[in-house]
């Protein structure tokens, strides 16, 4: 199935987010703009109005405040097995304004249930939120660590871009500098 890529502009601080988009669903989103995995991204832009036109409303009214989920279809290829399961967990058992540490979704998930060694969970967890291959669609700002953010990507504006979507949900409070939502 051919995927092609919607972008949509973003008040983030990494700027516009892309989603890949297949027959299915969006397959992939990437807060790096050019990039997806810290690949260059070889995909054409989508051609599909009716298909890009859905994901660039739903993510607008989402920055806007005016929508709580994105309820868009899910192509769930770049996922399977274990990390599969825990996105899944993660996307239907924590919404808007909800957090859930890496450690208590390891344990909802259901798949660790003979950790070698304490801590080994949470930390696959943390790596699982990390390879996420749909976030803002399955969303991975929402875990946390048990003593405060944790981390979100490896790229500089990654926890500044957690924290900007934790305080647009409500979890944290604006502070002065916040840019809120874009209506």
Known sequence: MELSWVTVPTPLPSGP??????ARGVAAASYA???FAGRP??????ADERRAGLVRARVDEYFAGRRREL??????????????AVLRC???GVGFGQTVTYG???SRSGVFTDPTEPGVPARTVGQMMGANPLPLLVPCHRVVAADGLGGFGGAWHGIEVKRWLLTLEGVLPPTLDWS???D
């Open 17 to 22: 987010m892309r989603f890949a988009v297949t």
């Open 33 to 35: 703009g050019d990039t």
């Open 41 to 46: 991204i070889g995909v054409p832009e989508c």
């Open 71 to 84: 309820e868009l279809p899910i192509d769930w290829r770049f996922a399977t097995g274990p990390h599969l």
């Open 90 to 92: 993660l996307q239907a």
């Open 104 to 106: 208590e979704l390891a």
């Open 180 to 182: 809120g939502p874009t």
